[in-house]
Nanobody, 128 residues
Framework: QVQLVESGGGLVQAGGSLRLSCAASGRTFSSYVMGWFRQAPGKEREFVAGVSGSGGNTGYRDSVKGRFSISRENAKNTVYLQMNSLKPEDTAVYYC?????????????????????WGQGTQVTVSS
């Protein structure tokens, strides 16, 4: 139903910043809980950040707390991931994901299996 396209990845030096964007199709974007995941070579895809349908509730994995910020602009059908103070260990392919919001649910999800829609991914490389 919903199609996701990430953008904004690239090469950045350690300590630098990058903002990723994920554009979604459709006219009911606010009905989707959104998340960001990342996968480094040889590693399992891991949760990075999640945001509720309204944007009012967010969550992060411990290693990015205080450095990354997830947000969304429902009028633009877009979710963002602002990444600051980047470290070489942040290097990975970053994916955005969407899951239709359960009735009455105002939170976010952290599990890979909880999302049904995925973007193609965008490469983030942090040099040291």
């Amino acid at each position: 139903q919903v199609q996701l396209v990430e953008s904004g990845g690239g090469l950045v030096q350690a300590g630098g910043s990058l903002r990723l964007s994920c554009a979604a199709s459709g006219r009911t974007f606010s009905s989707y809980v959104m998340g960001w995941f990342r996968q480094a070579p040889g590693k399992e895809r891991e949760f990075v950040a999640g945001v509720s349908g309204s944007g009012g509730n967010t969550g992060y994995r411990d290693s990015v707390k205080g450095r990354f910020s997830i947000s969304r602009e429902n009028a633009k059908n877009t979710v963002y991931l602002q990444m600051n103070s980047l470290k070489p260990e942040d290097t990975a392919v970053y994916y955005c994901a969407a899951r239709y919001r359960p009735l009455g649910y105002a939170g976010y999800f952290t599990g890979r299996d909880e999302y049904g829609y995925w973007g193609q991914g965008t490469q983030v490389t942090v040099s040291s």
